[in-house]
């Protein structure tokens, strides 16, 4: 499969603290991207980072990504309630992206 | 600037119905996409759009889904007839470019939720 697979799949923590996520894939790609998307809407998307970048940064986010590993991270800083979604990688390969499972993000106040 | 349109936002029909979704994608994207999201997993592409051509379509079920993007601006997805495992929420995406080595992401719109009984 193309798809990334996003670990943990769930995650549960308190307002205040930071909030990581995981995302695998298994073929080479030209850059990935992290979405969010909250109950019942349209997913937003947050950052993108190209294959030759190893760190990017987006106000309290954070993304990581390691090439030879096929791997990538998010880290969501100081975390808040609104933080509260499901958070998606997708991996850009040829003319596509696609898109993992997901994390389940819960921010208790 | 607007976002992307979809329209209904919610729909239920009996199994071996027919059912039309449409997206009015940000202007001026040259890539619009319709997937399907069926609860608890990510989103799966059923067709890509590059302006009015059809890119890929490998993963629409062709016996009972169909799409169109007349005039390479608006687009509507057809389930006929429809099956229960054909509930999901159904996504519209647009993008400026085509491809994916360029550093811009898609613009979802809101979604259809789509019951079928």
């Known amino acids: 499969s193309q798809q990334g697979e996003e670990d943990p799949q769930a995650l549960s923590i308190q307002e205040g603290e930071n909030a990581t996520m995981n995302c695998s894939y298994k073929t080479s790609i030209n850059n990935l991207q992290w979405y969010r998307q909250n109950s019942g809407r349209g997913l937003v998307h947050l950052i993108l980072i190209r294959s030759n970048e190893r760190e990017k940064h987006s106000g309290r986010l954070r993304v990581t990504l390691d090439t030879s590993k096929k791997s990538s991270s998010l880290l969501i800083t100081a975390s808040r309630a609104a933080d509260t979604a499901s958070y998606f990688c997708a991996t850009g390969s040829g003319n596509q992206f696609y898109f993992g499972t997901g994390t389940s993000l819960t921010v208790i106040p | 600037e607007a976002g992307v349109a979809q329209s209904p936002r919610y729909k239920i029909i009996e199994k071996r119905q027919s059912v039309a979704f449409w997206c009015n994608p940000i202007s001026g994207h040259a890539t619009l996409y319709w997937y399907q999201q069926i609860l608890g997993q990510g989103p799966k592409l059923l067709i890509q759009f590059q302006n009015n051509g059809v890119v890929d379509d490998s993963q629409l079920p062709k016996d009972r889904f169909s799409a169109e993007r007349l005039k390479g601006v608006d687009s509507t997805l057809k389930i006929q007839p429809a099956k229960l495992e054909d509930s999901a929420v159904y996504l519209c995406?647009?993008?400026?470019?085509?491809?994916?080595?360029?550093?811009?992401?898609?613009?979802f719109g809101s979604g259809t939720r789509l019951t079928v009984v």
């Open positions: 995406a647009s993008r400026i470019t085509f491809g994916t080595n360029a550093n811009y992401g898609y613009t």
